[in-house]
């Protein structure tokens, strides 16, 4: 997310300003957050049509509910949060599979996590975003919104918190069972090559 | 998740203190098992932080900016709405005939003048004359109710005095979308608004006097005297 500068309006006050009447103002916080949102929703479904529709959907949700944004909360996270749940519907709707998935099924993937080789040393740098990228697509949707959230977007354990409305211990756990799913996969096609 | 694991975990995400962070690159450097689970999941952290942003294109966030703000009014729409706002009129019958005949006269003269534009005249509206009719008991004024709506398919008004029941007070449309009825009312106070559409129900912005309805809006207020 776009920093707020000294220059240029606060969220805050771009969000009252939308609230009376300014249309510009709202204007100006889709300029501010929409690529975080469109790459959200892009590495959450896979398709970048697909993202930008659900980017669409959520500005639009802002829009109608911003006189419910409590001012005590960062209107990024807010977003986010809308973004977060429109992802998940969307991933309901389009992959029922997915909306389902049992995360205790997956701990066992972490008795297999060792692999003999460092996958940098065999893949281009290009190789492994790549296949990082398709990696990531197969992640399950819980594991997948909380890694993109930290190592993707960057954010805290405290903001996720509050974007997900999960305790931080679980939000680490599924961090760290995507970080060695995701191992695992770029070492398992290394040895393929 | 075991010891190394977990102080793996706490290492990316930056929850070692300085000395255990120490101790933990000591213990990376003796164990190549824990070094290479270490890289594995380091480079993952890494190179997700350094994986390409999609950049969204001007004409997405025009698109995007035009669906999901609704566009101001233009200055033609401000203008219509000007133009639009309909006006409430009493009167007495000779009044009312010497009114008609000028408005009819004046709007006539307008339309062929200029028969595309929609010309608002300004009229002085003096204290209602008022006549009374029937019974000394029960006097009756009659008070015509006008609206501009040019692009109306049907109009009607609500009100305290015919049980806000729309179907039973339509206006009829007259040159130029001018929409009117003549309603006789007794001596009293009335609230009341036009349906437009029979489902647009518009207060009357230029009425002397409005009044709350309870549900958020504001009815127009019409004060019947003789």
């Known amino acids: 997310m776009p920093l707020d500068r000294q220059d240029e309006p606060s969220d805050a006050q771009l969000v009252a300003s939308s609230l009376a009447q300014d249309q510009e103002a709202f204007g100006q916080l889709i300029d501010r957050h929409a690529a975080a949102i469109v790459n959200l929703g892009y590495r959450m479904v896979g398709n970048r049509a697909e993202a930008e529709d659900l980017a669409q959907e959520t500005f639009l949700a802002a829009y109608k509910a911003l006189s419910t944004f409590r001012a005590d909360s960062k209107f990024s996270t807010w977003l986010y949060r809308i973004a977060a749940n429109k992802c998940k519907d969307w991933l309901r709707v389009k992959r029922p599979g997915e909306g389902q998935y049992d995360l205790d099924a997956d701990e066992s993937l972490d008795l297999y996590v060792t692999e003999d080789r460092t996958p940098e040393l065999l893949l281009s740098q290009q190789q492994v975003a790549e296949e990082l990228e398709r990696a990531i697509q197969r992640l399950p949707p819980l594991y997948r919104e909380a890694f993109l959230l930290k190592h993707v977007e960057g954010l805290s354990y405290e903001e996720m918190e509050e974007i997900l409305g999960i305790n931080g211990d679980t939000l680490k756990m599924r961090v760290y069972k995507g970080r060695v799913q995701l191992s695992r996969e770029l070492a398992a096609l290394n040895q393929m090559r | ?226």
Request: hydrophobic share 50%.
């Open chain 2, 1 to 226: 998740m075991n010891e190394h694991d977990l102080v793996i975990q706490r290492f990316l995400d930056h929850e070692l203190s300085p000395e255990e962070r120490t101790a933990f690159l000591q213990a990376v450097d003796a164990n190549s098992d824990l070094r290479r689970r270490w890289l594995n999941l380091e480079m993952v952290a890494v190179e997700a932080a350094q994986l390409p942003k999609i950049v969204p294109s001007a004409q997405f966030l025009s698109r995007l900016k035009a669906q999901v703000i609704p566009a101001p009014p233009s200055l033609l729409a401000r203008l219509c709405a000007a133009v639009t706002a309909h006006r409430t009129l009493e009167w007495n019958f000779a009044g009312a005939m010497a009114a008609a005949c000028v408005a009819v006269v004046a709007v006539a003269g307008l339309l062929s003048l200029k028969p595309e534009r929609i010309v608002e005249v300004p009229v002085t509206v003096t204290p209602a004359q008022t006549a009374s009719f029937g019974a000394p008991s029960d006097p009756k004024v009659f008070v015509r109710l006008i609206l501009v709506q040019p692009n109306a398919q049907s109009v009607s008004v609500a009100g305290d005095f015919n049980g806000w029941n729309p179907a039973q007070t339509k206006l009829d449309r007259t040159d130029g979308g001018v929409w009117t009825v003549t309603i006789p009312l007794k001596p009293g106070r009335y609230e009341y608004m036009f349906v437009v559409n029979g489902k647009q129900w518009i207060a009357d912005p230029l009425a002397a006097e409005d009044a709350g309805d309870g549900f958020g809006s504001q009815n127009a207020v019409l004060d019947v005297a003789i």
